[in-house]
């Protein structure tokens, strides 16, 4: 398979930090086209900031980074902004932890999902509203005509997440990041949305960098998992590798870290989908 996405040697630096504390500190992975990754670690271990430098959403006044993110060959991390937007609208999308606070309270949720279509493609409003109905049925959302008319606070959680896909996957990317898009939800919910990113996966055969600070909730969904520990990688294997011989003392630890109501909805192998 081909590579998607190659990070080399990342490192990001918050201007107001304290010297000498990068906030990602050397990270190298990279996603292979149709891939799902996962990645985890402890709070404030720099997964989102991550992300971010792989989303282009850092804040570049306030930051300082190095290495390289490229993606489908096209280097992200130093390119301009017209570039990156390009990328943005088209190659890579995001999902995030709160579906409020990204979706715009006083907007109908059909333009909120047709959003990226309407800045980034030339399509025409009937075609752009076509493809959001049809990448809300993807999202397994009910009745995408009457919806597209609600207000963000008139749906559940759980629906909201699911908006949230759509929006994300409406311009066909190749790769999604979902920064712990599942935290905010309750275990069934959160096994939803999990089953639903693993078809969208197969379906599209859309790549997926899945951030969560839960190992278990990673292991449903991808093969290899990087473990991030103070800005770096500290162990890189499959997840059924690291849970049956984690390397590393905080590998296990984040696997002892377990609320034992979760371990009860644990597929028996890693990555079954029958269990979802
Ligand atoms: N806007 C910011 N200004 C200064 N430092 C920041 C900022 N955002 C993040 N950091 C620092 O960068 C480091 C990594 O944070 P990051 O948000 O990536 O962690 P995380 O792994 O996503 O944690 P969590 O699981 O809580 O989401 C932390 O030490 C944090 O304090
Ligand atoms: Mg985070």
Redesign the pocket.
């Known amino acids: 398979m081909a590579e998607l996405l190659s990070v080399r040697d990342l490192r990001?630096r918050?201007h107001?930090?304290a010297p000498g504390?990068c906030?990602?500190d050397g990270v190298s992975f990279s996603l292979e086209e149709g891939e799902i990754l996962g990645l985890v670690?402890?709070?404030?271990?720099?997964?989102?900031?991550?992300?971010?430098a792989v989303s282009g959403l850092l804040?570049r006044r306030?930051t300082e980074a190095s290495g390289s993110v490229t993606l489908a060959g096209r280097e992200l991390l130093h390119c301009t902004e017209a570039q990156l937007r390009a990328v943005q609208g088209s190659e890579l999308a995001v999902v995030f932890q709160e579906p409020m606070t990204s979706l715009d309270p006083v907007r109908r949720i059909g333009p909120q999902v047709e959003e990226s279509l309407r800045a980034h493609t030339r399509l025409s409003a009937g075609e752009r509203r076509q493809r959001a109905l049809e990448a809300m049925a993807q999202a397994e959302l009910p009745d995408p005509e009457a919806l597209c008319r609600k207000y963000p606070h008139e749906l559940s959680g759980g629906m909201l997440q699911r908006v949230m896909i759509a929006a994300a996957i409406v311009s066909r990317p190749k790769l999604l990041l979902a920064?712990?898009p599942t935290t905010a939800l309750d275990v069934t919910i959160q096994a939803q949305i999990l089953a639903l990113l693993k078809k969208l996966n197969r379906e599209t055969h859309m790549a997926i960098l899945f951030?969560s600070?839960d190992l278990h909730v990673v292991r449903k969904l991808c093969r290899r998992v990087a473990v991030?520990r103070r800005?770096r990688i500290v162990e890189t294997d499959t997840a059924e590798a690291l849970f049956r011989a984690p390397r590393e003392d905080y590998t296990r630890q984040l696997i002892a870290a377990i609320p034992t109501r979760d371990r009860r909805l644990l597929p028996e192998e890693p990555g079954e989908e029958a269990s979802l």
């Open positions: 990001v918050f107001r930090a504390r906030a990602v670690g402890e709070s404030g271990s720099g997964k989102t900031v991550t992300a971010m804040p306030q920064d712990e951030i600070h991030m800005g």
